[in-house]
């Protein structure tokens, strides 16, 4: 049974680029969670997708957006890369609000 | 804004000893508490769960919930080298399983 599984692993982008983060959601589990973690600090809630919408979201600009797709796979998307952006993004699969499994997240280093 | 605080700076304990850690919380509407452990450049595992008041206790791991001091702790008995991580303590926001997660507690167990 896989787990929830990230791509890409480590990204190096500059400022200004934008990105798309990749995650797959741990089989049965239909909702995803996008969490960034940067060092030394404890994740920090992006949004959350169930059923190709977004449900919930935290407080991140509009720079930060996301899908999610009829299989329940998600992208993460960020345009306008600040060096500030540089972190853990971590994804998080539940059964609707079930507990949520991290993923092995993709570590973002913006130049 | 909902805040979980963990204040406890690095908490080193030897081999076979309990380690004790605390968080607190802001949010009264808080129903679901949960501890995390991350381990140096990993993503969070979820090793204990709790929403009742009262102790819930799984192999070497107890989690205490005092809803009314908002409260929730987690002790380690009979600590391993390979309990050496960070752990998070992490509670739902409001009525959503949103996530809001603490700095983290780093715990490191001396042989």
């Known amino acids: 049974d896989a787990g929830v599984t990230q791509s890409p692993t480590h990204l190096i982008k500059t400022r200004g680029q934008q990105v798309t983060l990749r995650c797959s959601p741990k089989?049965?589990?239909?909702?995803v969670s996008w969490y960034q973690q940067a060092l030394g600090q404890g994740p920090q809630f992006i949004f959350q997708?169930?059923?190709?919408?977004?449900?919930q979201r935290g407080n991140f600009p509009d720079r930060f957006s996301g899908h999610q797709f009829p299989n329940y796979s998600s992208e993460l998307n960020v345009n306008a890369l600040l060096l500030g952006d540089s972190a853990l993004y971590l994804c998080?699969?539940?059964?609707?609000?079930?507990?949520?499994?991290f993923g092995p997240g993709t570590r973002l280093t913006v130049l | 804004q909902k805040e979980v605080e963990q204040n406890s700076g690095p908490l080193s304990v030897p081999e076979g000893a309990i380690a004790s850690l605390n968080c607190t919380y802001s949010d009264r509407v808080s129903q679901s508490f949960f501890w995390y452990r991350q381990y140096s450049g990993k993503s969070p595992e979820l090793i204990m769960s709790i929403y009742s008041n009262g102790d819930k206790e799984d192999g070497r791991f107890t989690a205490q919930l005092n809803k009314a001091s908002q409260y929730v702790s987690l002790l380690i008995r009979d600590s391993q080298p390979s309990d050496s991580a960070t752990y998070l303590c992490a509670v739902t926001e409001g009525g959503n399983n949103r996530l809001a997660f603490g700095k983290g507690n780093q715990v490191v167990v001396i042989p």
């Open positions: 998080a699969s539940s059964l609707g609000g079930g507990l949520q499994f």
């Open positions: 997708y169930y059923e190709e919408e977004e449900r």
């Open positions: 089989s049965g589990h239909d909702t």
